[in-house]
């Protein structure tokens, strides 16, 4: 009972420092450019549009079996971890690497009409191109936390919290008077990055693991399969159009994630499995609240 009381004070303290993020930006706001703060506004909604559809869903997922896992003292909590990472890593990298070759194009699509001009629509991809660097990392880091709590390890997610906020708030001065709205947007990609390396780092003190180097490979092979494939699209987009254009690279995204997908399945990496079987858990959990 005592832990239970302590933990929730803990985490209340977490999710309020959390906040600090949205005060310290505002702070600088006038330090910005015309344009800036909705360019800040419009990239972080795009940025975390997958985090809360794909990473939360996978983490959310995974978290009553890591649970489990540990209460029950089964050594499982570092396959599903690693589990987690590979089937993470597979989506991430591409998502990614879309946002940073034709997240002008979404933005575009999305957004240009109106008031939108096309300087807002440059602004915004400049900033979300920052945010996306960080998009991998933080992602993981969703299940990370999970983990630490899991392992009754709150007050170093508390001492995460707190070196993450305070580096964003410190990069916050060095960044801003030179680089405006990109300044707050590197910050933030930084801080977010912080939160995952600090955690792994944790993770790595207190948890067992066989193989610490397992999260690192896995990226290895999801940037150089995504390097891969964006470049035969590339030349593949190229014997298609002559000029570039939404709808030469609309094509070129479609030709990247087949090239992607493809290669993932040809080279039988374990994370398809994965993936496909937690699609089919996740089917049928969902028919089962229907029923019920």
Known sequence: MQFVSGSLILIVVIESLSQLYMFSDRYFYNSVEPGGIAALNYAIHLYLLPLSIISLAISTAIFPALSKSINEEKDESEKLLNNFFSINILLFVPITII??????????????????????????YSVLKIYSYSLIFYSS????????????????????AVLSISLKLILNFVFVNNLKQDGL???????YTSFFLF?????????????????????LWGLTNGVGSILLSSW?????????????????????????????????????????????????SRKSRVEV
């Open 199 to 219: 955690s792994f780092i944790v993770v790595l003190l207190k948890v067992k693991l066989s193989d610490k180097s397992y999260f690192i490979k896995e990226l």
């Open 99 to 124: 946002i940073l070759f034709f997240g002008d194009v979404i933005i575009r699509v999305l957004f240009e009409r109106g008031e939108f001009s096309t300087h807002d629509s440059e602004m915004t």
């Open 141 to 160: 880091y969703a299940v990370l936390n999970k983990l630490i709590y899991s392992k009754k390890l709150i007050g170093y997610l508390l001492l995460v």
């Open 236 to 284: 593949l987009t190229s014997l298609l159009f002559q000029d570039v254009s939404i709808a030469s690279d609309i094509v070129q995204i479609v030709i990247f994630v087949m090239i992607y997908g493809l290669n993932s399945i040809i080279t039988g990496h374990h994370s398809v499995t994965l993936l496909t079987n937690a699609m089919i858990t996740f089917k049928h």
């Open 185 to 191: 947007a590197l910050s933030t990609t930084l801080s």
